[in-house]
């Protein structure tokens, strides 16, 4: 079983920007394809954005498409979020997660992911 702790969270100013992390341990992280979803106060959990096992296949969200990037180095068992032109729509607590299908599948279905972090929260000012 892989363990998902994200880091990276913080307070921003709305245009600002902010590089979040997931550090697996437990597994290799290239078993799992991977993705962040994030949410926010009163509201459901969204999917925001998904990488596959390699990182030859990426998933966005339309409302995060062009501003949000996701990445994955194996070698350092991290995935990450790059996340540009923040926007007060963004504030959320964001959450990595694994999908342990172990196949090459991209999933936006947060269903799909069988291992979920803590979360770190994303603050975007006006």
């Known amino acids: 079983q892989v363990q998902l702790v994200e880091s990276g969270g913080g307070l921003v100013q709305a245009g600002g920007s902010l590089r979040l992390s997931c550090a697996a341990s437990g597994r290799t992280l290239s078993e799992y394809s991977m993705g962040w979803s994030r949410q926010a106060p009163g509201k459901e959990r969204e999917f925001v954005a998904a990488?596959?096992?390699?990182?030859?296949?990426?998933d966005y969200a339309d409302s995060v498409k062009g501003r949000f990037t996701i990445s994955r180095d194996n070698a350092k068992n991290t995935v990450y979020l790059q996340m540009n032109s923040l926007k007060p729509e963004d504030a959320a607590v964001y959450y990595c997660a694994a999908d342990g299908n172990q196949g090459v599948r991209v999933t936006t279905t947060l269903h799909d992911y069988d291992y979920w972090g803590q979360g770190t929260q994303v603050t975007v000012s006006s």
């Open positions: 990488i596959s096992r390699f990182g030859t296949s990426t």
